[in-house]
């Protein structure tokens, strides 16, 4: 099976601008999440979806959000951008948002704003 | 509130030496507990988790780890160490606490370095 696929890999933005990554979780996985990972915080939730309906949320701002298309797919969005977003976004997917599954990580996605 | 903690930055070890790195957890109820590695300007891979029964689980890539309920630790550990090994552990607890357990986000360790010299 192929692993989780997140892109783009690479991207670069500047202050007040908006992005949007994409995540495709595994064949058959229907729950996705997303983290930010940074040098000074480490790896913090931000969301996780499941059959199109967010089921949970971290403690970012609303200027984060996120939805979940019926194919399981997923995408992120950031609307103004802060020097502060500047990390590597990790989306991970599991078959079902329950307590004993795994999540698998893709390669992430990591956005430089300047 | 529910936490993880690494207490080590960096592991050094020589290669073909036992390595272990550390893990404490601080949660209420039965944990669900994470091993993931993570090579440079990579994603994270999963190693094992515990979800209940045998203490000692065996994961991938020769990793094992042993939960210690009274310790509060869930400690990775692999008997001989290569230098491919070299790499970001995160250990994760499964948070509980907001959503009757049913689902739950991961909380991280700051994750430790391991170096595995030759």
């Known amino acids: 099976k192929a692993g989780v696929t997140q892109t783009p890999r690479y991207l670069i933005k500047t202050r007040g601008q908006q992005v949007t990554l994409s995540c495709s979780p595994i064949s058959g996985h229907r729950s996705v999440s997303w983290y930010q990972q940074t040098p000074g915080q480490g790896l913090q939730f931000l969301f996780e979806?499941?059959?199109?309906?967010?089921?949970n949320k971290g403690n970012f701002p609303g200027r984060f959000s996120g939805r979940q298309f019926s194919n399981s797919r997923s995408e992120m969005n950031v609307s103004t951008l802060e020097l502060g977003d500047s990390a590597l976004y990790l989306c991970a997917s599991r078959t079902l948002p329950s307590r004993e599954e795994t999540q698998y990580f893709g390669p992430g996605t990591r956005l430089l704003v300047l | 509130a529910q936490s993880v903690a690494q207490p080590e930055d960096q592991v050094n070890v020589a290669e073909g030496n036992p390595l272990t790195v550390k893990c404490t957890y601080s949660?209420?109820?039965?944990?669900?507990l994470f091993w993931y590695v993570q090579y440079p300007n990579r994603g994270l891979q999963f190693l094992l988790k515990?979800?209940?029964?045998?203490?000692l689980v065996k994961g991938s890539y020769g990793f094992e780890a042993e939960f210690n309920k009274s310790q509060t630790s869930f400690h990775l550990k692999k008997p001989s160490a290569l230098v491919s090994d070299s790499a970001l552990y995160f250990c994760a607890v499964r948070d509980m606490t907001n959503y009757g357990g049913s689902q739950g986000n991961l909380i991280f360790g700051k994750g430790t370095k391991l170096s595995v010299k030759p």
């Open positions: 949660v209420s109820g039965n944990p669900y």
């Open positions: 515990y979800i209940t029964g045998d203490n």
């Open positions: 979806y499941f059959s199109e309906t967010q089921r």
